[in-house]
C-alpha cells in the first residue's frame, strides 16, 4: 500500500494526505492594578482547541478472507479531535481495519466518517516502507514524489519546498535531505514517513505502528507531533504495540483480536487481565 490513497464513499471523495502543527490557544493576562473583584467580573474561560477531525464509527464491521474470519462484528466509535489507540496481537485484524478504513479491503457492516463540516483530508502513516535500497533517490526526491504532483526527477516545485523544509525540520532530518533513502537507518526513514504525513494538513490521521522503527530521539519527536495534533482537533486513530506509550499518550483504547475485547480509557484498558486475554489464542469477551 502506498502512502497516499484515496477513500472514496457515495457521497465525498477524501485525499489522503496527512498532518497539522497547531498552537494552543494563547492566554490573556490581566493587569497589576486590577482588584480581585474587577478581575472576576470579566474571567473568560480560555478557548478550547477548535476540533476539525471527523467521528468514526465501525458498527457491525466484518472481514472475511476464504474461510479465516479476520474481522468479526467490530463495533466502536473514535470521538473526534481524540488519539485513540488500536491494540492488539499480530494477525488480529488491526491493520485490515485500517485498510477497511481506507477503501482498500472489502466489508461487511457499516463504516462512517462525520466530518464537522466539508469532508477533510486523510492522512496515513504506514508501518514500514518498502522500496529498492539501490535506487538513487533521495530524501527530497521522496518527498516530492509524496507531496507533490510535480514529477519528482523535476525537483521540488516552489509550492511545496518551504513545507518540505518545515517538515524534515520538525522530525530532525533537515540535515539529511540530500542522502539516498537507502542509506538511512530505518529509525531514519521512519521519520521521513512522518514528515510526509505532515503535508497536506490533514484532519483525519492513521497511523500504523509508527513508533516500530524509531530510535529515543526519534520516539521523542513522534511525541511531540502527537501533542500537537491532540492540540490541532485532529482525529487520531493510532495502530500501537509499546502498551506503556499507549497508556501515556492515548485518550481511548480499543483491543482488538478479530474482535472488540474492550474499548475504555487507557487506565480502565490496559489492566492485566485484559491484556491477557487480549493476547491470548482464544480470546474471550470481556464484560
Not at 497539522?20 to 492566554?27: D, E, G, N, T, V
Not at 499480530?90 to 461487511?108: F, R
Not at 516502507?129 to 535506487?135: A, H, V, Y
Amino acid at each position: 500500500m502506498t502512502s497516499k490513497e484515496t477513500l472514496t464513499t457515495p457521497s465525498a471523495e477524501y485525499p489522503v494526505g496527512a498532518g497539522l502543527l497547531a498552537k494552543a490557544p494563547s492566554q490573556s493576562t490581566s493587569s497589576l492594578n486590577d482588584t480581585p473583584l474587577s478581575r472576576a467580573s470579566r474571567i473568560v474561560a480560555p478557548p478550547l482547541p477548535q476540533v476539525s477531525g471527523p467521528t468514526l464509527e465501525f458498527a457491525g464491521v466484518s472481514l472475511t478472507l476464504g474461510r479465516t474470519t479476520i474481522l468479526d462484528k467490530v463495533t466502536f466509535q473514535v470521538r473526534p479531535g481524540s488519539v485513540h489507540a488500536l491494540v492488539g496481537p499480530n494477525g488480529g485484524g488491526k491493520s485490515s481495519l485500517i485498510k477497511t478504513l481506507l477503501g482498500q479491503m472489502p466489508h461487511q457492516g457499516r463504516l462512517s466518517v462525520h466530518w464537522p463540516a466539508e469532508p477533510g483530508t486523510i492522512g496515513y502513516v504506514p508501518q514500514a516502507l518498502e522500496f529498492d535500497r539501490g535506487l538513487p533517490m533521495t530524501v527530497d526526491d521522496f518527498m516530492a514524489a509524496m507531496c507533490q504532483r510535480r514529477p519528482a526527477f523535476l525537483g521540488l516545485s516552489k509550492h511545496y519546498a518551504a513545507a518540505i523544509g518545515e517538515a524534515l525540520e520538525r522530525v530532525g532530518m533537515q540535515d539529511k535531505r540530500k542522502r539516498r533513502m537507502g542509506a538511512l537507518s530505518g529509525g531514519e526513514r521512519q521519520r521521513v514517513l512522518l514528515a510526509q504525513g505532515l503535508i497536506p494538513p490533514p484532519q483525519l490521521l492513521v497511523l500504523d505502528e509508527p513508533m516500530s522503527a524509531l530510535d529515543e530521539a526519534g520516539i521523542q519527536v513522534f511525541e511531540r507531533l502527537l501533542g500537537d495534533w491532540r492540540a490541532a482537533g485532529i482525529t487520531v486513530l493510532w495502530i500501537e504495540h509499546d502498551l506503556e506509550a499507549v497508556r501515556r499518550l492515548a485518550d481511548h483504547v480499543t483491543g482488538l483480536n478479530r474482535r472488540v475485547l474492550f474499548d475504555a480509557t487507557p487506565q480502565q484498558a490496559l489492566t492485566p487481565e485484559r491484556l491477557l486475554t487480549l493476547f491470548s489464542t482464544h480470546p474471550r469477551s470481556l464484560a
